[in-house]
């Protein structure tokens, strides 16, 4: 099953839906996803959002990609690089902190242990894909 499907049947097994988030945060119209969950609402500023794609499959994976990006930066200075964002801006440090909030929350709304399992299972992914493309690409040179 690859990381979309178990995406999928987590979230519409807890009972989360994604969408696009139309307003600013903190005065800031960075782009951003809202995690709702009955009357749980997370706002997750997220760079990674495919601006062809919406669905709220495409959007939830998208917050994953983002937050494992977060997860592996040692600091700020190594996130803000990462996105090519000037790291002497008040406005991005300010993202930053957002980011970091609504990664835990996202965590609470879903439970930890299914939020690990979905990001181990985008990790694997991510490494099959990769090995795969490599086997591809030595097949055909």
């Given at each position: ?21 139309d ?32 669905s ?72 099959i ?13």
């Open positions: 099953m690859a990381f979309k499907d178990d995406l999928a049947v987590m979230m519409e097994g807890h009972g989360v839906n994604v969408a696009v988030g307003e600013a945060v903190d005065g800031e119209d960075w782009p951003s996803l809202l995690f709702t969950r009955e009357d749980d609402q997370v706002t997750m500023p997220c760079r990674t959002i495919p601006t062809d794609q919406t709220p499959l495409d959007l939830m994976q998208a917050a994953f990609l983002a937050i494992q990006h977060f997860e592996e930066c040692d600091d700020f200075l190594e996130w803000a690089d990462l996105y090519k964002l000037d790291a002497g801006d008040n406005k991005i440090w300010d993202e930053f902190r957002e980011l970091d909030a609504a990664q835990w929350q996202v965590q609470d709304l879903i439970g930890e242990e299914v939020f690990r399992k979905l990001m181990t299972g985008m990790v694997i992914e991510q490494a894909n990769m090995a795969w493309g490599g086997f591809v690409n030595s097949r055909q040179e």
